[in-house]
């Protein structure tokens, strides 16, 4: 076996070596251990800039893409909010150990389900060192053990990372086994670890799409897909303009290299006229581009002041993670589910409409993790939706959908209690 075998195989046995004593741990014991990690987040940024800085530098003249070194970019303001994200956790409720549809049968047993760690859970990510934190910090609070594997673009942020936040552990007096970080960037480690089904539980892949259909397609194991968002928002005939305007202003750019950002506008023919125009004039101040069908560009010209180009087939249900939004003008609400459901993602949809009616139907009708009235998609995220953080926005329908938080990483076992009960 090689080094760098080994390395991933020792890493991943010790994972699994831990996990009976994460799962024993009591609620105080690891929300002292967050806590630390928080602490560590923001008196030690110092030594994770730095690294950082190295793996931002590197992959910049590496020639990567604007999205992925947005997301790789950390800056003292990111890791004071992630410090803050964690002292969420903390304070969310364990789930390790609760009880539920607790009943007793005819025959006398007391049966109950109770809520249990999965074990090992490993992740597989690119360009994004916060993962490193979050997966960490949820795993601990849920009583699980994080055997990571970054890519070579981050290796020195998720180094510098997972040594703080093990060595917030070892001050908690928690096993610092509890997280692993798997430090070679050998690219042959991540067909090896799919084969690890005897200790890892549930494998995440956080990445492109050729990364999430490769660890689906190959992995032993339970793998929860998803990241992947091509969102749409969708501004019906009755909608508020003002409100609809800044709404789609907001999930374009708030922050556009993010799965959760408007990839798609929809509008309808009947208001069109009067929103275009609006939302064009928006997005210019942000440098928006768009790729419009022809009823849009009929509307739409050089005069809004924004860069207005026909759209091709390709860039309907495609995830632009750039300044770029596709625009089509849609003749009625069928249409425009039908148009969502030919080329959604299933991550994260929104409609904007004072039509109750309207509402319910988008609500029940279309098929996505996170389904939105009257707000913006960025919101489909952990800390927004109150879990804290999350590992990964599933767009799996088994075992998680969306943001996955705390209860996601658990399972349950059926507790009986008898009294000397046998079966007949």
């Known amino acids: 076996m090689t080094t760098v075998a080994n390395e991933l195989l020792t890493k991943a046995q010790a994972a699994r070596g831990a996990t009976r004593e994460l799962a024993r741990l009591s609620t105080d014991a690891k929300n002292r251990a967050i806590e630390l ?45 992630q ?40 992740t597989i990510y690119e360009s994004r060192p916060n993962v490193t934190v979050d997966i960490s910090v949820l795993c601990l609070k849920s009583g699980n053990v994080a055997l990571l594997r970054g890519g070579k673009e981050a290796i ?41 089904s005897q200790y890892i539980d549930l494998l995440i892949p956080r990445g492109g799409p050729a990364l999430v259909k490769l660890v689906a397609e190959r992995a032993t194991m339970p793998v929860v897909t998803g990241g992947i968002g091509v969102c749409h928002t969708f501004i019906d005939a ?9 709404i789609a202003y907001n999930a374009k750019v708030q922050r556009p290299t993010v799965c959760n950002a408007l990839d798609t506008l929809l509008v309808h023919a009947k208001v069109a006229p009067e929103v275009l125009p609006k939302v064009a004039l928006a997005w210019a101040e942000a440098g928006v581009e768009m790729h419009c069908d022809h009823r849009a560009l009929s509307i739409l010209g050089p005069s809004h002041g924004t860069a207005v180009v026909p759209a091709t087939e390709d860039d309907w249900g495609k995830e632009f993670l750039s300044l770029v939004a596709a625009v089509a003008v849609v003749d009625s609400f069928d249409e425009a589910l039908e148009h969502i459901h030919k080329y959604g993602s299933g991550h994260s949809e929104a409609i904007l409409t004072e039509d109750y009616s309207a509402a319910m139907r988008f609500l029940d009708e279309v098929d996505a993790a996170a389904v939105f009235v009257n707000a913006s998609t960025r919101f489909t ?28 990483l658990t399972s349950y076992k059926w507790i009986i209690m008898g009294d000397g009960q046998v079966r007949e």
């Not at 003249?61 to 992925?68: F, K, P, Y």
């Not at 009755?238 to 609809?244: L, P």
């Not at 879990?387 to 998680?400: D, F, Q």
């Open 83 to 122: 410090a803050a994200d964690v002292r969420k956790v903390a304070g969310l409720p364990d789930p390790v150990g609760e009880s539920f549809d607790a009943q007793t049968l005819p025959n006398g047993l007391r049966i109950a389900r109770r809520r249990v760690p999965l074990g090992v859970i490993g």
């Open 156 to 196: 020195r942020s998720n180094a510098a990372l997972a040594g703080l936040v093990r060595g917030a552990l070892a001050k908690a007096g928690v096993t610092p086994e509890a997280v692993q970080l798997v430090e070679s960037t050998d690219r042959a480690l991540v067909d090896q670890m799919l084969t690890l």
């Open 381 to 408: 995220d952990g800390a927004q939706f109150g879990l804290g953080a999350e590992v990964a926005i599933s767009t799996n329908k088994l075992h998680a959908r969306g943001p996955m938080g705390l209860r996601e």
């Open 37 to 81: 990690i928080a602490l560590a987040l923001e008196s030690q940024q110092g030594s994770v800039l730095e690294a950082n800085r190295q793996d931002y530098e590197a992959a910049r003249q590496d020639g990567m893409s604007e999205a992925l070194l947005d997301r790789l970019l950390l800056t003292s303001e990111r890791l004071t909010a």
């Open 238 to 246: 009755s909608a508020n303009i003002e409100r609809a305007v800044a």
